[in-house]
């Protein structure tokens, strides 16, 4: 009696590739490394934008401060840190690099104010809410 072949072919025949089942299962798990990921480095990525916005306005205000080294007085806008405003006759700029006034960490303008006694430069912050509380200043 003959063995039937087409059977035992079947049998010992290798699998080529990955089922369904097993590619949605790794997808899966996937999803779930890059969800806890999001959860555990969320307030990590709040905190640098926080930092970088802080220098983003330190440096500013150094140009600022140049400024006022050069011409006695600040500048009327932001504006004059890069280009002449017309009266001044020691002006050494532009005093930012590349020529263009920086943004926030969350790509928003930082607001510049002349004050009795100097400056103040404020961005809104993560909420992009003026006068809240986690506004950042100089």
């Excluded at 969320?42 to 220098?55: C, D, K, V, W």
Aim: glycine fraction near 12%; proline fraction near 4%.
């Amino acid at each position: 009696m003959e063995k039937n072949d087409n059977y035992s072919d079947k049998k010992n025949q290798h699998r080529e590739g990955f089922t369904l089942i097993e590619m949605m299962l790794v997808l899966v798990i996937i999803g779930l490394i890059v969800g806890m990921g999001a959860v555990a480095f969320g307030p990590r990525q709040r905190r640098a934008e926080i930092l970088a916005t802080r220098g983003t306005i330190r440096v500013i205000g150094g140009a600022i401060d140049m400024y006022h080294l050069d011409n006695g007085r600040y500048p009327a806008s932001p504006q004059g840190l890069v280009t002449a405003e017309g009266w001044e006759q020691n002006w050494a700029g532009p005093y930012l690099q590349n020529g263009r006034i920086p943004l926030d960490a969350w790509s928003r303008d930082i607001a510049y104010s002349k004050t009795d006694i100097g400056y103040q430069l404020t961005s809104s912050g993560p909420d992009g809410q003026s006068g809240t509380s986690d506004d950042l200043t100089n």
